[in-house]
Nanobody, 124 residues
Framework: QVHLVESGGGLAQAGGSLRLSCAVSGRTLTAYAISWFRQAPGKEREFVGGINWGGGRTSFASSLKGRFTISRDNAKNTRYLQMNNLQPEDTAVYYC?????????????????WGQGTQVTVSS
């Protein structure tokens, strides 16, 4: 079993920044990609971005490019989602996810393991 735990959510003002963390534990994975998704109230869960094991490949939803970045610390089995210039429409629960392979998942249907999510609220 793979366990994903997000942290770092909270309240931010518009234009502010937050960094979310995704700690991975449980069954040892040789190499895995992590994707981030978010779900706003009343909306479907959507892809935010992802990073492969080596860190050389990142993908982002086109609407978020330039504001969000993803990094990783393989020694700590942790991935980070840096969110800058936050806007009220970024308010959502943010989840990290994987299927246990080194493939960045773009769709919720591909996900095998989810974290519990962390709430991000951006005030105007």
């Amino acid at each position: 079993q793979v366990h994903l735990v997000e942290s770092g959510g909270g309240l931010a003002q518009a234009g502010g920044s937050l960094r979310l963390s995704c700690a991975v534990s449980g069954r040892t994975l040789t190499a895995y990609a992590i994707s981030w998704f978010r779900q706003a109230p009343g909306k479907e869960r959507e892809f935010v971005g992802g990073i492969n094991w080596g860190g050389g490949r990142t993908s982002f939803a086109s609407s978020l490019k330039g504001r969000f970045t993803i990094s990783r610390d393989n020694a700590k089995n942790t991935r980070y989602l840096q969110m800058n210039n936050l806007q009220p429409e970024d308010t959502a629960v943010y989840y990290c996810a994987t299927d246990g392979t080194d493939r960045v998942l773009l769709s919720t249907t591909q996900v095998r393991y989810w974290g519990q999510g962390t709430q991000v609220t951006v005030s105007s």
